[in-house]
């Protein structure tokens, strides 16, 4: 059981926008930048968000990122076929003096 | 461009030992905080070890703290990490990474320990 709580799933259709949550506490979230990971099986994750809200460069526009207290969101507008995989949030967390992931959020486009 | 090649996984019993390598290439190693990360069959990213570029602080995981040992050569471009006293529920594909909280990942290496 992660200390960051995501869905275990999410879906939506071609176009749509989908969000996908990370609950945390003060500890991680709180007081610390949010990392969002995109990873599909035998593959290297891949970073999607930096700092809360950051794209790395090659990342589309039409994924997004945001923090609020002990929260934070992964919005992706637009969705297509090749958005199907597993997304995961990332934060240092004081209490374990550690990086924390979240249990992954599994995202199927139908 | 950043590149990062894990190696020395394979078949272990319990209790036996492995030593895994990152060989990266592409920025200024010493320059960069490195880390390990794996992921069990049917679970998700869990953060093992991080050390930092010029190795005086390292940090881990409840889960491996006594029998994993991270560590770093900046003249080979090397990141390791010592797996000891293995078992079963060691069992997954383990990832090097840039940075504390990775910007950049290799593709894994996988360890499997198995009697």
């Known amino acids: 059981q992660s200390v960051l709580t995501q869905p275990p799933s999410a879906s939506g259709t071609p176009g749509q926008r989908v969000t996908i949550s990370c609950t945390g506490s003060n500890s991680n979230i709180g007081s610390y930048h949010v990392y969002w990971y995109q990873h599909l099986p035998g593959t290297a994750p891949k970073l999607l968000i930096y700092r809360n809200d950051l794209r790395p460069s090659g990342v589309p526009d039409r994924v997004s990122g945001s923090k609020s207290g002990t929260s934070a969101s992964l919005a992706i507008s637009g969705l297509r076929s090749e958005d199907e995989a597993d997304y995961y949030c990332?934060?240092?967390?004081?209490?374990?003096?550690?990086?924390?992931f979240g249990g992954g959020t599994k995202l199927t486009v139908l | 461009e950043v590149h990062l090649v894990e190696s020395g996984g394979g078949l272990v019993q319990p209790g036996g030992s492995l030593r895994l390598s990152c060989a990266a290439s592409g920025f200024t190693f010493s320059d960069y905080a490195m880390t390990w990360v794996r992921q069990a069959p049917g679970k998700g990213l869990e953060w093992l070890s991080s050390?930092?570029?010029?190795?005086?602080?390292?940090n881990y995981a409840d889960s491996v703290k006594g029998r994993f040992t991270i560590s770093r050569d900046n003249s080979k471009n090397t990141l390791s990490l010592q797996l000891n006293s293995l078992r079963v529920e060691d069992t997954a594909v383990y990832f090097c990474a840039r940075d504390k909280t990775p910007f950049y990942w290799g593709q894994g290496t996988r360890v499997t320990v198995s009697s």
């Open positions: 990332a934060v240092w967390d004081d209490s374990l003096t550690g990086v924390v």
């Open positions: 050390i930092t570029g010029s190795s005086d602080y390292t």
